[in-house]
Structure formats: structure tokens, C-alpha cells
């Protein structure tokens, strides 16, 4: 099955095959466009780049902060670390995340006691519509 040439749709026949080369035949504002589309791509391309280099930056930083504690105000490790300290550090964090799990805990429960009222009073409201006691009409949004 032989394949058909497309018809080109442009005034260059040309396919270049770096982006140095200008084709011949282009007017200067196609020169232009062509130039400004050039420089777009290789922006979006070093953006790209730049994010994920700084991604790697963060990680690097939080893990730097997690260990800092093991080192003087100059960022040097001390002589002899003493290993009571090393235990007292994690202590403390092991005592921060239990703190901060208790903490999600009892919002979690809070989020469930205040979607039993928020279901409750929904149906209360559907309630007295259906037997038309209801004068003003509610707008709640149920989430």
C-alpha cells in the first residue's frame, strides 16, 4: 500500500531538520513568528528543566532540616555527638506526630458529628416541605 504525500500547506517545501537553519522562502513576519515560536519552546523547556531541579532543591531542604539538630550553628558536626541527644530529638518528633495524629483523630470525629446534624436537619427540612409547614425555603448545600 503505497502511502499518498499530503498536500503542504505552507509556501516552504521544506522540512528543516535543526532549528538554526532558516528555510528559504519565508517572509519576515513568517521569520518573526517562526523565531518567537523557537524561543517559546526552548522557555518552556528550561522552565520545565528549573521546576524539577527545584523539587529536587525541596526535598534536599526538608531532609537537611529533619537532620540539622546533629550539627553547630556553622554546619559543622561536633567532636562527639552525644547519642542521649540523638534519642531525645526522636522522641520529640515520634511525640509531635502522635500529637498531630490525635489532633486529625478528633476532626475526623468533629467532621462526622457535624454531617449526622447537617443529614438530620436536611431530612427534618424535607420533611416539612412534603407536609407544607415549611414557609421559607432553605438553600443548604449538601457536601
Known amino acids: 500500500m503505497a502511502q499518498e504525500k499530503r498536500q503542504k500547506i505552507g509556501l516552504i517545501d521544506t522540512e528543516p531538520k535543526s532549528s538554526r537553519q532558516t528555510p528559504e522562502g ?11 515560536a523557537i524561543k517559546h519552546f526552548k522557555a ?15 526535598a534536599n531542604r526538608q531532609i537537611s532540616d529533619g537532620i540539622r539538630f546533629l550539627f553547630d ?5 561536633p567532636a ?7 534519642f531525645a530529638e526522636r522522641k520529640k518528633i515520634e511525640a509531635q506526630i502522635r500529637w ?6 478528633e476532626l475526623r470525629n468533629n467532621l462526622s458529628k457535624v454531617k449526622e446534624i ?4 436536611l431530612k427534618l427540612i424535607g420533611q416539612d416541605q412534603d407536609k407544607g409547614g415549611l414557609t421559607q425555603t432553605c438553600f443548604l448545600n449538601k457536601q
Request: aromatic share 2%; glycine share 2%; proline share 4%.
Open 80 to 86: 562527639n555527638v552525644p547519642l542521649e541527644d540523638i
Open 100 to 105: 498531630l495524629e490525635a489532633l486529625c483523630s
Open 118 to 121: 447537617e443529614d438530620l436537619a
Open 44 to 58: 518552556n523547556k528550561v522552565k520545565a528543566y528549573i521546576a524539577e531541579q527545584i523539587k529536587h532543591v525541596n
Open 26 to 36: 519565508l517572509t519576515t513576519q513568517q521569520q518573526a513568528l517562526r523565531e518567537a
Open 73 to 77: 550553628k556553622h554546619g559543622n558536626p
